[in-house]
C-alpha cells in the first residue's frame, strides 16, 4: 500500500523555469511532510519540511505548499538551474515514521 | 561534524552467501533507520531503532535479515542467505528521538547479488 503517492516520474525544464512536484497522502494523522534531493550514488538529502499548520514554506528557491484539506503538498524550485538536476522525494510521516514517495526525475536543461 | 557513515560503498556477492552491512550515525542521533532503495523507486523503510531498542521491524523479512543496534550507536544490518531479488542500495539515516526529526542519510551501500 503506497502512503505517498508522488507525480510526475519525471521532468524536463529549461532553465529559469518552475518545475513542480506534487504528492499525496491519505493518513490525516501524518504531521511531518519533508522533500529530500538525491544526487546519483549519493543518499537522500533533506532540502525542506512543512508541518500541516502552515500553507507554505520558503527556504531559498525551494517552496513547498500544503493544502490540508486535500491532503496534497506540492514542491516548486524557482528559476530552476542545471544544478538542480537530480531526483527529488517527497515523505510524509508521524512522530519517526516515515514514508517516502516514488520519486521525481528532474532535468533541468541549460 | 560528520555525518552518516556507511560501509561498504559496494559489494557484490553470490546468491546464499551472506552479507553484512555497517552504519554509524551522526552523533548524539538516537534514532537510527535502515532503508532499502531499488533502482528508480523511494527507500523505504527495513526497520528504525529509538536508542538500542528496534521500534518498527514490520518491514524487515526476518527470515533472512537481521539487525543490531549494540550500545545505541552504530548498527549492523545483515542478511543471510542472500537472494538475487536483494540487490539494491542499502542506506542508513539517523535524527534525533524528539525536537528537530530531521533524517540524515549515509550514502549507501549498493548490493549486487549475483
Known amino acids: 500500500q503506497q502512503q505517498v503517492k508522488q507525480s510526475p516520474q519525471s521532468l524536463i525544464v529549461q532553465k529559469g523555469g518552475i518545475p513542480i512536484i506534487n504528492c499525496a497522502y491519505e493518513?490525516?494523522?501524518?504531521?511531518?511532510f519533508p522533500w529530500y534531493q538525491q544526487f546519483p550514488g549519493k543518499g537522500p538529502a533533506l532540502l525542506i519540511a512543512i508541518r500541516p499548520d502552515v500553507s507554505e514554506k520558503k527556504e531559498g528557491r525551494f517552496t513547498i505548499s500544503f493544502n490540508k484539506s486535500a491532503k496534497q503538498f506540492s514542491l516548486h524550485i524557482m528559476d530552476s538551474q542545471p544544478g538542480d538536476s537530480a531526483t527529488y522525494f517527497c515523505a510524509a510521516g508521524r512522530g519517526n515514521q516515515f514514508y517516502f514517495g516514488t520519486g521525481t526525475s528532474l532535468t533541468v536543461i541549460p | 561534524e560528520a555525518g552518516v557513515v556507511q560501509s561498504p560503498r559496494y559489494k557484490i556477492i553470490e546468491k546464499k552467501q551472506p552479507v553484512a552491512f555497517w552504519c554509524n550515525p551522526i552523533?548524539?542521533?538516537?534514532?537510527l533507520y535502515w532503508y532499502r532503495q531499488n533502482l528508480g523507486q523511494g527507500p523505504e523503510l527495513l526497520i528504525r531503532?529509538?536508542?538500542?531498542?528496534?521500534?518498527?521491524d514490520s518491514q524487515l523479512p526476518k527470515d533472512r535479515f537481521s539487525a543490531e543496534r549494540l550500545k545505541g550507536v552504530d548498527s549492523t544490518l545483515k542478511i543471510q542467505p542472500a537472494e538475487l531479488g536483494d540487490s539494491a542500495v542499502y542506506l542508513c539515516?539517523?535524527?534525533?528521538?524528539?525536537?528537530?526529526?530531521?533524517?540524515?542519510f549515509g550514502q549507501g551501500t549498493r548490493l549486487t547479488v549475483v
Open positions: 552523533s548524539g542521533h538516537n534514532t
Open positions: 531503532y529509538e536508542n538500542e531498542e528496534a521500534v518498527d
Open positions: 539515516a539517523s535524527s534525533f528521538l524528539t525536537g528537530e526529526r530531521k533524517a540524515f
Open positions: 493518513n490525516t494523522a501524518f504531521d511531518y
